[in-house]
């Protein structure tokens, strides 16, 4: 059976699974659907046309589905959704969508969103991600699958952070980051890619090896960028890991150039591998 907290404050028109858990202090709106086995622990909102998925978990003080920090905005119909099983920490903010974009703001399943991380209006999240600690994301900001975001970093809108790309602490991305690309520094620059991230998730040491290659190829060899990527694409065109970057950077609907390549000197490594990325 559900069991609300008496302090809990549900509109009417909301629609709750029959076990949910509604502790002291909620604010639920009137648009707002919450799906089987979902908790919100005590002071949370959730407001607008804002669906939580199957297992959801929010710790106090987070607001979910709010209006979008846009003065463009006037209260037209968007939404926001979380995927099941996510977890949303303390202190967190999920704007729903402003009417520039695809109308949802969207975080994947099995993410994880620690205290006071910021995901601003039309952001879509894949399944997996995960934000720690003070994360700023901007508007139409999209995170692929698996990828993980350092704390404090700042994301500037519309930017693409690839499939398991690692962000570093206190980055400050203001381009695309290719898919497994490890980034560092304010502005971020390219200095790696996620190695332990991808063995994690099962890619083999052949296939690192083959992404190292292409990586410095594309990266960091002389030569003008486009030829670079002709060569790639050719050479590596049996490479799954390899064509997913190049598809990255070919993608037509892009908004932002791509992450400058950098390095880092030896006292900022503090023990990180920077061929390798020895990433999350």
Not at 90 to 103: F, K, L, P
Not at 141 to 149: I, P
Not at 203 to 209: I, K, S, V
Not at 226 to 236: D, F, N, P, T, V
């Amino acid at each position: 059976m559900a069991q609300i907290h008496p302090s809990a404050v549900i509109a009417a028109g909301a629609q709750l699974a029959d076990d949910v858990r509604i502790g002291p202090f909620c604010s639920i709106g009137p648009e707002a659907v919450l799906e089987a086995g979902v908790e919100l622990v005590s002071h949370v909102v959730v407001d607008g046309a804002t669906r939580i998925g199957a297992g959801v978990r929010i710790l106090p003080f987070a607001s979910i589905g709010t209006p979008p920090q846009d003065t463009k905005y006037k209260g037209e119909p968007t939404r926001c959704e979380l995927g099941a099983r996510t977890l949303v920490r303390e202190g967190c903010t999920i704007h729903r969508a402003s009417v520039g974009g695809s109308g949802v703001t969207s975080v994947g399943a099995g993410c994880m969103l620690m205290a006071q991380a910021h995901v601003a209006h039309d952001c879509v999240l894949g399944d997996g991600v995960i934000l720690a600690n003070n994360v700023m994301l901007g508007g139409h900001v999209h995170v692929g699958e698996g990828a993980f975001v350092g704390g404090g970093a700042a994301v500037f809108q519309t930017v693409r952070v690839g499939r398991l790309a690692m962000v570093s602490g206190l980055a400050g991305v203001t381009n695309d980051v290719p898919p497994f690309g490890y980034v560092f520094g304010l502005p971020a620059r390219l200095v790696g890619f996620n190695k332990i991230g991808l063995l994690r998730r099962g890619a083999t040491r052949e296939q690192l090896r083959t992404l190292r290659v292409a990586n410095n190829l594309l990266f960091k060899d002389p030569g003008e960028f486009a030829a670079k990527l002709a060569q790639a694409e050719e050479r590596y065109a049996g490479e799954p890991l390899v064509m997913e970057i190049i598809a990255f950077i070919r993608d037509a609907s892009r908004r932002r150039q791509l992450v400058r390549p950098g390095r880092m000197t030896a006292p900022e490594l503090g023990g990180v591998d920077e061929e390798n990325g020895e990433g999350a």
